[in-house]
């Protein structure tokens, strides 16, 4: 089992930064991707940035450029960092892990862990 803790969301103007944490338990699992999925109000689930174990890294078009996902293997955590933020980033985020990937991918059906999500609030 693993678990998947989120912290660092709040709300911030437009054009502010943020960085989430997502705290996860020891892997067992020799490759694994871990991703940011995102979901506002009436909308769907969106990847937005998945790395692999490799260091491969995925994003999403509308945050290439303005989020960075990166990994602390030695505290077991995964990041986002987000600049330049806009309404449009508004959303609960979710980090999310599949034990068994080999690529990156925004397959959330794939994701078997998922967080409690924290929540972003961007204002213009």
């Known amino acids: 089992q693993v678990q998947l803790v989120e912290s660092g969301g709040g709300s911030v103007q437009a054009g502010g930064s943020l960085r989430l944490s997502c705290a996860t338990s020891r892997y067992t699992y020799s490759t694994y991707c871990l991703a940011w999925f995102r979901q506002a109000p009436g909308k769907e689930r969106e990847g937005v940035a998945t790395?692999?174990?490799?260091?491969?890294?995925r994003y999403a078009d509308s945050v290439k450029g303005r989020f960075t996902i990166s990994q602390d293997n030695a505290k077991n955590t995964l990041y986002l960092e987000m600049n330049d933020l806009n309404p449009e980033d508004t959303a609960m985020y979710y980090c999310?892990?599949?034990?068994?990937?080999?690529?990156?991918?925004?397959?959330?059906?794939?994701?078997?862990?998922w967080g409690q999500g924290t929540q972003v609030t961007v204002s213009s």
């Open positions: 999310a892990a599949d034990p068994l990937c080999f690529g990156p991918h925004f397959v959330a059906e794939a994701y078997d862990y």
């Open positions: 790395i692999v174990t490799d260091g491969r890294t």
